[in-house]
Nanobody, 123 residues
């Protein structure tokens, strides 16, 4: 069973930056896709970015393309989400998730989820 723990959220002004971390334990992630999702009050859970443990493939939602960067450190079993040029509409709880399925954009495809970390962007 996989455990995922997010950290790095907080309050930041518009235009600022945050780096979220997702530490994974309890499983070998060699064939997994790691995804970041977010959910704002009253909204559905939304795909943000994803990365494979093996290879170079990364994926981004249009809303964050060019501003967010997903990366990994396999030795540390950690995935990061660097968020730059933050906007108030980025405010949400951000979740880290893992799946062995290929539909990285679909939250239903993910097996494991972290507890979430709050990101609040003030205007």
């Amino acid at each position: 069973q996989v455990q995922l723990v997010e950290s790095g959220g907080g309050l930041v002004q518009a235009g600022g930056s945050l780096r979220l971390s997702c530490a994974a334990s309890g499983h070998t992630f060699s064939n997994y896709v790691m995804g970041w999702f977010r959910q704002a009050p009253g909204k559905e859970r939304e795909f943000v970015a994803a990365i494979k443990w093996i290879g170079t493939s990364t994926y981004y939602a249009d809303s964050v393309k060019g501003r967010f960067t997903i990366s990994r450190d396999n030795a540390k079993n950690t995935v990061y989400l660097q968020m730059n040029s933050l906007k108030p509409e980025d405010t949400a709880v951000y979740y880290c998730a893992a799946t062995a399925r290929s539909s990285y954009w679909d939250p239903v495809a993910y097996y494991y989820w972290g507890q979430g970390t709050q990101v609040t962007v003030s205007s």
